[in-house]
C-alpha cells in the first residue's frame, strides 16, 4: 500500500536539480534547505516504507513494537506508568491507552494502578511481550544497519552527531501546534 503523505514514491529528480530550478523559476527564493529536507523526506519514506513491510512479514504492527520497545529498555522489572509512556513515545495519552488496551488483549503487557494512592497505572511487559520484543528488535535493528551499511563506521558517528544536532534545533525553531 503506498502511502500518500509526503511522497507517493521516492522521486528521480535528485534534490539539487528541484533547487536549480526554483532558482530558475524564482529567483530570491532560499532553496538553500532543498538540498537537505527533500533527501530526508525522501530517506524517511524508504526507512517507514522498509520497516512497515518487515514488521508485516513479523505480524507486529508499528505501535505495538514502539510500546513494547519502551518497555524492553525501560529495563527489569520493565514497567512504566502510562504517563512515562506517553512522554517516551511522543504520543498522546489516548494513544497510549489505545496502544496498551490492544497490547493487553494480545497478551503482550499487563496494566495495574499504582497503589501509591495516584490514579496512575502501570503498564507492565508479560513474559510472551518480552519473547516478542527480543525476536523482533534483532530482526528490525539488523535490517535498519544494512540499511545505512554503505557509510563508515565515522561516517556513520558523523551523521546522526549532525542529525541530532539538527533535530534539537528545527526542535527549537519549528512551531509548535
Known amino acids: 500500500m503506498a502511502d500518500s503523505y509526503p511522497l507517493d514514491s521516492p522521486s528521480p529528480y535528485p534534490a539539487a536539480e528541484i533547487a536549480r530550478a526554483w532558482r530558475r523559476e524564482r529567483p530570491g527564493t532560499p532553496t538553500d534547505s532543498i538540498e537537505i529536507v527533500t533527501p530526508l523526506w525522501r530517506l524517511a519514506k524508504l526507512f517507514a516504507d522498509d ?35 506517553s512522554r517516551r513515545t511522543l504520543v498522546t495519552a489516548g494513544a497510549i491507552s489505545q496502544r496498551v488496551a490492544r497490547a493487553e488483549d494480545s497478551g503482550l503487557v499487563t496494566r495495574r494502578t499504582a497503589g501509591d494512592g495516584t490514579r496512575a497505572v502501570v503498564v507492565t511487559l508479560t513474559q510472551t511481550g518480552h519473547d516478542l520484543i527480543e525476536r523482533t528488535v534483532d530482526q528490525v ?32 525553531r519549528a512551531r509548535k501546534p
Open 51 to 85: 520497516r512497515r513491510r518487515l514488521l508485516a512479514d513479523l505480524g507486529v504492527d508499528p505501535a505495538t513494537l514502539d510500546l513494547l520497545s519502551v518497555l524492553r529498555r525501560a529495563g527489569a522489572p520493565y514497567e512504566l506508568t502510562t504517563r512515562e509512556l
Open 141 to 172: 535493528l539488523t535490517r535498519e544497519s544494512e540499511l545505512v551499511a554503505s557509510l563508515s563506521p565515522a561516517g556513520r558517528a558523523e551523521l546522526a552527531s549532525q542529525l541530532q544536532e539538527l533535530l534539537d534545533d528545527v526542535g527549537r
